[in-house]
């Protein structure tokens, strides 16, 4: 198991490694929105091999602009995230009320009352979990999903997804730009990676901060 372990892990290293590689040689704004798009959509990529290497290739040869990458990133992002939320909405929600209303879903108490329930609240309450939730980790491309199934409007969720979707590249080109100015490009993968788990940990603790927000506003209204 620890072999096992071992090598899928030297594996994910590898493969982060290579698609950063492929970007820094054939960086252009083209790659960083398509990237962008992939990575906010339901296929896993990681933005921190796109963005920083993007900004820190601006500072050290010139070919790009920062804040045109961030733009690019951001408007990438948005198109991302559309495509699960369109995804969500002709696909997810049809399944969802069929699990309703069979008679599994009432074993498990759910019911078409509670899914229509539900949408409302995230339809009220789901814009500022758009934005918070494109800042944490493993959420950035799932948040579009609920969204889509609870039919959120449409320019809600594009606004709070790209002002999201904003405050991370300009976190990541922030992180290319001054590692533009502090490393030599040997060391851009390594470097990005390190602070990218600073900026998973910042993630999760605001993730944490989050549920505990809802859980005493859930707890004071009810007392």
């Known amino acids: 198991m620890d072999t096992?372990?071992?090598?899928?892990?030297?594996?994910?290293?590898?493969?982060?490694?290579?698609?950063?590689?492929?970007?820094?040689?054939?960086?252009?704004?083209?790659?960083?929105?398509?990237?962008?798009?992939?990575?906010?959509?339901?296929?896993?990529?990681?933005?921190?091999?796109?963005?920083?290497?993007?900004?820190?290739?601006?500072?050290?040869?010139?070919?790009?602009?920062?804040?045109?990458?961030?733009?690019?990133?951001?408007?990438?992002?948005?198109?991302?995230?559309?495509?699960?939320?369109?995804?969500?909405?002709?696909?997810?929600?049809?399944?969802?009320?069929?699990?309703?209303?069979?008679r599994l879903g009432h074993a498990c108490l759910i019911d078409r009352a509670k899914v229509e329930k539900a949408e409302k609240y995230f339809d009220?309450?789901?814009?500022?979990?758009?934005?918070?939730?494109?800042?944490?980790?493993?959420?950035?491309?799932?948040?579009?999903?609920?969204?889509?199934?609870?039919?959120?409007n449409l320019w809600v969720f594009s606004v709070f997804t790209a002002l999201g979707a904003l405050v991370w590249n300009c976190i990541l080109a922030g992180l290319g730009y001054w590692l533009g100015k502090t490393v030599p490009l040997s060391m851009l993968y390594e470097s990005v990676e390190r602070y990218n788990g600073y900026f998973t940990a910042a993630g999760w603790i605001l993730c944490l901060l989050c549920v505990l927000y809802i859980i005493w506003q859930a707890v004071r209204k009810k007392h």
Do not use: C
């Open 124 to 152: 009220d309450h789901g814009a500022m979990s758009t934005f918070i939730g494109r800042l944490i980790p493993a959420v950035r491309q799932l948040i579009s999903i609920p969204a889509g199934i609870a039919r959120m």
């Open 4 to 102: 096992l372990m071992v090598t899928l892990a030297i594996s994910d290293y590898m493969s982060a490694k290579f698609l950063l590689e492929l970007f820094v040689e054939n960086a252009s704004y083209f790659l960083v929105f398509l990237f962008m798009v992939i990575e906010s959509s339901f296929i896993p990529f990681p933005s921190e091999v796109v963005v920083p290497p993007a900004a820190y290739l601006a500072v050290t040869k010139g070919d790009m602009n920062v804040f045109v990458i961030v733009v690019v990133a951001t408007l990438g992002a948005l198109a991302g995230a559309l495509i699960n939320y369109g995804l969500s909405v002709w696909l997810g929600r049809p399944i969802v009320y069929a699990f309703a209303d069979s």
